[in-house]
């Protein structure tokens, strides 16, 4: 069976591009637009909320919530777990992206107790940011990564047993850690040249766990467009800046010929 049909990832996107679900993001001041562009490009409906007051509403509203704490603040901390309770009690998906954990103290903690309180349906970040959640590893480079992706798979798998949240690990290859395990290996390294990108995975990781019920194959397909259209841009940019408007294009346009021709995975 082809990849990309193993993954179902067509029918998954043709389900966000019809259904439009609205994605609830508390997320970073540095990505807010570049996230809601590419929620917007891939057909569902990006919302990007922060106050305490309007948390309940919000997630009554939405199909899928994301939380990323890349500029966290007492204030935001403090919405955050409210919307992951509301999320909780309605039982939509809740995604975390723990950016920068292990840089400080704070981000470490708070992403601990996070854990602590709930069970996201997915954890999205890097190598150095799953292993600091464990305890393993050396730090990160602020929210860079200093580890490949495979290091990480250990901790990943702890993660999981521990929470039974699946967990993705970027990289070179995209590991996504559960019952099983997926890779994914498409992508361009001049993805890693655009800030944003991802804290975009897992904004789009939020898309798909909308309409995909396992948590493994959500995030996989969102790594498969990740990949794939980081791909296609790569083709046709002439550097980082072009790179961001023409991922957003091959998000807009993707097809199933381009999953089908592109898509490079397996499944272990």
């Known amino acids: 069976m082809p990849e990309s049909e193993a993954l179902k990832t067509w029918e998954a996107l043709t389900a966000v591009r019809a259904q439009a679900p609205v994605v609830h993001n508390i997320t970073n001041y ?14 569902a409906s990006p919302v990007m909320a922060h106050a305490e007051e309007e948390m309940e509403d919000m997630v009554g509203i ?33 995604v975390l992206d723990p950016v920068g954990a292990g840089a400080t103290r704070y981000r470490t903690t708070t ?6 309180a709930f069970r996201p349906a997915i954890i999205r970040g890097n190598a150095s940011e799953i292993m600091a959640i464990c305890g393993a590893g050396a730090g990160t480079k602020g ?18 047993e521990a929470h039974g949240s699946a967990v993705c690990v970027s990289g070179a290859t995209d590991f996504i850690v559960g019952a099983r395990t997926v890779r994914i290996h498409s992508g361009h390294p001049l993805m890693t040249r655009v800030t944003g990108l991802g804290c975009t995975a ?5 898309a798909f766990a ?8 959500a995030a ?39 999953l089908k021709g592109r898509l490079r995975s397996d499944v272990a």
Do not use: Y
């Open 30 to 43: 540095v990505v807010m637009n570049t996230t809601a562009n590419a929620l917007l490009a891939l057909g």
């Open 62 to 94: 939405s199909s899928a919530l994301v939380l990323n704490i890349g500029t966290l603040s007492r204030d935001w901390v403090k919405a955050m777990f409210l919307a992951a309770e509301c999320a909780t009690r309605r039982g939509i998906p809740i």
């Open 111 to 116: 992403v601990r107790e996070l854990l602590a």
């Open 143 to 160: 929210v860079d990564s200093l580890d490949a992706s495979q290091d990480a798979v250990a901790a990943a798998r702890a993660l999981f």
């Open 202 to 206: 897992s904004a789009l990781c939020g």
């Open 210 to 217: 909308a309409v995909t019920p396992d948590p493994v194959l």
């Open 220 to 258: 996989a397909q969102a790594m498969a467009v990740m990949g794939v259209c980081g791909e296609i841009a790569a083709a046709k940019a002439d550097g980082p800046g072009t790179l961001q408007l023409h991922f957003l294009d091959a998000l807009h346009r993707l097809t199933e010929a381009d």
